[in-house]
């Protein structure tokens, strides 16, 4: 686990340098022993730390007594100025890097979770569906026809980044939005999240295919919640006889390539999903888990989180139970 750790902070870190408005929290330890190592290892004066990092010597002061946080650029330049590589140091043992990005009022601190959690695989897969990010304003966003599903979604990502998001109402869907440049270049750096449009331009991420089937199933489970659909029940009197004489599932994505990498690794997983069909009216590639016994095997996984697709599939599967008993009860009397 500590390898994971640290490969995932060696990322992070890559990612940031770049970026002097972003700073790194609990990490002063490290700092004053790359500042001892370059002053007594190196032989490096405080005046010519200061010129390499482009700092003041006040600044310099601060990092020598671990009594200020650093920017992960100066991090990094400490890092590389003393030959060092950050295994090499004794790390914080936070499941967590703590990061900020801005300054003043604008600073917004971000937790970017070092461990993988299955919340986390959830989040990403719902970003993958039906979320984005914006460069503009360092944006992310998701969208749902239901509030009560953004609200599950925004006590999730709250407690996995411990960040303040807003729920607004668009035209035609609720909107959750959380404005933060760490977390979106997290999602970026270890998913392979695109910046803006994601058509042609998703895939499977990699740090997928090594975890857990609970990771996998997460994954999916948000990816599901945000593009596929199943029959509203609620606004039937009873259960057509057009479903129940097809039941199914039916996912949507414009993107044939991922729908088809999105086949493979729910095969993978034992689901047995049949595909993609390309819809004209839609321009979109179709996937479907169809018949009652995979409709049933997906309630008891379960497959959806989101709120109301969840309670559809149950009363969906419900009705199966009804009919099979009635089944049993008609053929016993006979």
């Known amino acids: 686990m500590r390898n994971d750790k640290v490969e995932i902070v060696k990322l992070l870190l890559n990612v940031f340098k770049s970026d002097s408005s972003i700073y790194i929290y609990g990490w002063e330890k490290v700092t004053q022993d790359l500042m001892h190592k370059l002053r007594h290892t190196c032989d490096y004066s405080c005046e010519e730390i200061a010129k390499e990092l482009g700092i003041s010597l006040r600044l310099v002061y601060h990092y020598q007594t671990g009594t200020r946080p650093i920017s992960v650029k100066n991090l990094c330049k ?7 590589i950050i295994s090499d140091f004794d790390l914080p043992s936070d499941s967590h890097l703590l990061v900020s990005s801005g300054s003043g009022s604008r600073k917004r601190i971000a937790r970017l979770p070092l461990t993988m959690s299955s919340d986390l695989f959830y989040v990403a897969g719902y970003l993958f569906g039906d979320g984005c990010l914006y460069l503009k304003k360092w944006t992310i966003s998701f969208v749902d026809e239901y509030e009560e599903h953004l609200l599950n979604m ?5 407690s996995i980044f411990s960040v ?8 035609r869907k609720w909107e959750l939005i959380i404005y933060s440049k760490s977390i979106i270049l997290f999602f970026n750096a ?3 999240m695109p910046f803006g449009v994601k058509k042609n331009k998703l895939h ?23 593009d596929a659909g199943i029959l509203r029940v609620e606004e039937y009197a009873q259960i057509p006889d057009w479903f129940l004489s097809s039941p199914c599932i039916e996912f949507v994505q414009a993107d044939r390539n991922f729908v088809c990498e999105i ?3 729910c095969l993978n997983m034992g689901l047995p999903i049949t595909g993609p069909y390309f819809n004209p009216a839609n321009n979109g590639y179709r996937l479907f888990l169809s018949g009652r016994t995979a409709l049933q095997k997906c309630n008891l996984l379960p497959l959806f989180r989101h709120p109301m697709k969840t ?12 009919q099979a008993r009635i ?3 008609t053929s016993a009397s006979m």
């Open 311 to 322: 309670l559809r599939l149950a009363a969906i599967c419900d009705f199966f139970k009804l």
């Open 164 to 171: 303040r998001s807003r729920i607004v109402r668009g035209d």
């Open 263 to 265: 086949k493979e690794f």
């Open 204 to 226: 499977i991420p990699g740090v997928l295919f090594s975890q857990t089937s609970d990771s996998k199933l997460s994954f999916i489970s948000g990816l599901f919640d945000a």
């Open 154 to 158: 925004k006590r999730i990502i709250e």
């Open 327 to 329: 089944a049993l009860a």
């Open 78 to 84: 400490l890092t590389e100025l003393s030959s060092s």
């Open 190 to 192: 270890l998913f392979g």
